[in-house]
């Protein structure tokens, strides 16, 4: 089945302490994209990659890390989260970005900074 | 700076009826793409429907279509024949030839039976 798969679905974790989201898609697109969604202010991309070793900063960038290794795989790294990363993330794909082609999620990542 | 706004937090249309949700944005670029999104309770986020800026035509999905009026920077969304399915928030979306996309904050479908 054709899917971008997300890891944790939730996670609940305290402030400093590393973390990694993995992000991954079966159906060999070229662009992926993580977004973080707040209660009142909608969906805000934070990084998005058009191919492989390609990455580029969306709205939102600060205190996020992304690497694109492999064309299926673009995990995101807090490296010392805070208390404001607490938020709903969504993972993205697209064959060859979204102007072209549909864009489809993830199920999204709860994740509670403590 | 691009800007996506939605000004309808919240809205709510008989099961059958017609309803128009709003969208303006702002952007310097000539070229662009216009995107209405829907996530229904189950978070998941779909596409509902896309325009390229350089098409006069408005896309149509079914029961979905859109009002793209390029001079004014709008870009509403019309749902026909509303179902209890379409209950869920729809975000607007615009993106330029950078490929970074910027949502609006958002409006929440309620149907009523």
């Known amino acids: 089945e054709a899917q971008v798969t997300q890891n944790p679905r939730y996670l609940i974790t305290v402030t400093g302490k590393k973390l990694t989201v993995t992000c991954s898609q079966n159906m060999n697109h070229e662009y992926m994209s993580w977004y973080r969604q707040d209660p009142g202010l909608g969906l805000r991309q934070i990084y998005y990659?058009?191919?492989?070793?390609?990455?580029d900063k969306g709205d939102v960038p600060e205190g996020y890390k992304v690497s694109r290794k492999e064309k299926r795989n673009f995990p995101l790294i807090l490296e010392s989260p805070s208390p404001n990363q607490t938020s709903l993330y969504f993972c993205a794909s697209s064959l060859g970005g979204p102007r072209t082609d549909t864009q489809y999620f993830g199920p999204g990542t709860r994740l509670t900074v403590l | 700076a691009q800007t996506v706004t939605q000004s309808q937090p919240e809205m709510s249309v008989q099961e059958a009826e017609t309803v128009t949700l709003s969208c303006t944005y702002d952007?310097?670029?000539?070229?662009?793409?216009l995107f209405w999104y829907k996530q229904p309770p189950s978070r998941q986020m779909i596409l509902v429907i896309r325009?390229?800026?350089?098409?006069?035509q408005n896309a149509t999905e079914n029961r979905f279509s859109v009002n793209f009026q390029k001079a004014a920077k709008s870009f509403s969304l019309k749902i026909s024949d509303s179902q209890l399915g379409d209950a869920a928030m729809y975000f607007c979306?615009?993106?330029?030839?950078?490929?970074?996309?910027?949502f609006g904050k958002g409006t929440r479908l309620h149907i009523l039976p």
């Open positions: 990659s058009m191919n492989v070793e390609v990455t």
């Open positions: 952007t310097s670029e000539s070229d662009y793409y």
């Open positions: 979306a615009l993106m330029n030839r950078d490929d970074k996309i910027i």
């Open positions: 325009q390229e800026a350089y098409k006069q």
